[in-house]
C-alpha cells in the first residue's frame, strides 16, 4: 500500500541550543552565528551544478556522525564537510583532496576518520591531530601502499575493525597494517553498456552473522563467507529486480533491502525477493540511501520521485510539496539527537516531521 499524502509523525527531532528567529519566508534561522573556515574550493568554469551563494555544495553523496556528535558530509567536488560547535569546516584542498568526490565515511573504534575518494585513494585523519600533521592532520594510503585500486567506490567497517574496500578493480580489506586482496568469481554480467567496470564494487554490507555482502557493476549481488570462502551471487534469474545494485541495508528482522540503479527497489527475506517497484507498489527505477530509523521505519529515496518512507505496512512519498527540493536524494540519516538529514542534488535539508528544510551555510543546524 502507498500513501502519496504524508500524515504527521510519531517522532520529532530534539531541538538544539539555539533560540530560533523566524525568516520572511518561515524558515527558522539560528540565532548565534555559524563560523566557516577554508571554504577556498573554486568551482570549474564549466560546472554542470552551480553552487549558489549560501549554498552548502552542489551534491551531498554521504554522511556520517561521529562519536564526538559532530557531522560529516561527503561531496562532489567540495571534499568532506564537517559541522561541530557551530563550526562548518570545509575539508578538500585544504585537506590535501584534490578530486573533491568522496564516495564513503567511516569511523574506526578509536575515532579514526576514513574517506573513500574517487583517485586518491583512502584518505584517514586521527583523533588526535599533532601539530605539524599534513594537511589538517589527513594522511593518505594509496596502491603504493598495497591498496587494490586508488578509485574507491564503497567502504565498510567490519564489526571486528577491518576496513571493507570497494574499488573500481575489486574488493580489498586493510586491517591498520596492511591490504588483503578478495579473489572475486569472474562477472557474469551481459550488458557492459550500464558499467562503469566489470569489476567495480558498488557497496558492501555485513550483515548480523558477519557474512559480507556486496553488489558489484551489472553483475547482481554476492554474499561472501568469511570462514568457508565461498560465494553466493544472485541476479534477476534468481528474482532480483535489476543487476546494478547500488545500495543494501539489513533490517532489525534480518531481511536485505537492495537498492538498484535501474529496476527499483528489492527486498530479500532468506527464501525469495520481493520487488516493490516491478509489482507497482512504488514508483522510481534509481533508488539510494538506504536507511532504518529509531522507530524501525525504513527510508528511501527514488530519483525523480522523492522520498518514502515505510512503516511496515505502508510507504508513503515526500517532494516538492512537503519542502524537500531536491529529486536527487542520496543519503538519508537519523543523528543520536533525532534529526533527520537528507543528502544529494542541490546540498542538504532536515525533515521537522512535517516539513524538510533546506540547510544551508548557516543553517538551520542544532535549531528548527
Known amino acids: 500500500m502507498i500513501d502519496n ?67 560529516w558530509f561527503g561531496t562532489n567536488h567540495f571534499g568532506v564537510i564537517r559541522y561541530t560547535n557551530d563550526t562548518l569546516e570545509y575539508l578538500a584542498d585544504s585537506a590535501g583532496i584534490t578530486s ?6 567511516a569511523e574506526s573504534a578509536d575515532g579514526t576518520i576514513w574517506l573513500a575518494t574517487d583517485g586518491e585513494g583512502l584518505c584517514f585523519r586521527r583523533p588526535k591531530v599533532s ?35 570497494g574499488t573500481m578493480t575489486g574488493l580489498c580489506t586493510y586491517d591498520g597494517e596492511r591490504f588483503e586482496t578478495i579473489e572475486l568469481p569472474p562477472s557474469t554480467s551481459v550488458d557492459p553498456s550500464t558499467m562503469l567496470s566489470p569489476t567495480r564494487i558498488t557497496c558492501i554490507l555485513e550483515d548480523r552473522d558477519g557474512h559480507i555482502w556486496f553488489g558489484r557493476d551489472g553483475d547482481g549481488l554476492f554474499k561472501y563467507d568469511r570462514r568457508s570462502g565461498a560465494f553466493a551471487h544472485f541476479t534477476t534469474v534468481d528474482g ?13 528482522k534480518g531481511d536485505l533491502w537492495i537498492a538498484t540503479m535501474l529496476g527499483g527497489l528489492s527486498r530479500y527475506d532468506g527464501r525469495g525477493f520481493t520487488n516493490y517497484t516491478k509489482e507497482g507498489v512504488i514508483t522510481g527505477l534509481e533508488i539510494a540511501g538506504l536507511h532504518q530509523d529509531k ?11 522523492g522520498v518514502y518512507r515505510y512503516d511496515g505496512k505502508t510507504f508513503t512519498r515526500f517532494g516538492e510539496q512537503d519542502g524537500l527540493g531536491s529529486q536527487g536524494i542520496l543519503a538519508i540519516m537519523e543523528d543520536r539527537e533525532g534529526r533527520f538529514w537528507f543528502g544529494g542534488f542541490g546540498g542538504l ?13 548557516t543553517g538551520p543546524w542544532d535549531a528548527g
Open 5 to 71: 499524502k504524508p500524515s504527521s509523525l510519531a517522532f520529532l527531532p530534539a531541538l538544539g541550543a539555539f533560540a530560533i528567529l523566524s525568516a520572511c519566508n518561515g524558515q527558522p534561522i539560528a540565532k548565534r552565528t555559524v563560523v566557516i573556515t577554508h571554504d577556498t574550493v573554486p568551482i570549474p568554469g564549466q560546472w554542470p551544478m552551480p553552487t549558489e551563494e549560501g549554498q552548502l555544495c552542489s551534491w551531498v553523496r554521504n554522511m556520517h556522525q561521529d562519536r564526538s556528535g559532530a557531522l
Open 100 to 105: 573533491g568526490r568522496i564516495n564513503a565515511i
Open 131 to 165: 601539530r605539524g600533521a599534513p594537511h589538517l592532520g589527513f594522511s593518505r594510503l594509496t596502491a603504493k601502499d598495497g591498496l587494490l585500486n586508488d578509485r574507491i567506490w564503497s567502504m565498510r567497517l567490519g564489526r571486528d575493525g577491518l576496513l571493507w574496500l
Open 240 to 252: 532480483l529486480c535489476d543487476n546494478s545494485v547500488c545500495g543494501l541495508l539489513q533490517d532489525r
Open 295 to 305: 522507530a524501525g521505519h525504513i527510508w528511501f529515496a527514488a530519483e525523480h520521485e
Open 349 to 361: 535539508w532536515r525533515f521537522d516531521g512535517k516539513r524538510f528544510l533546506e540547510v544551508r551555510k
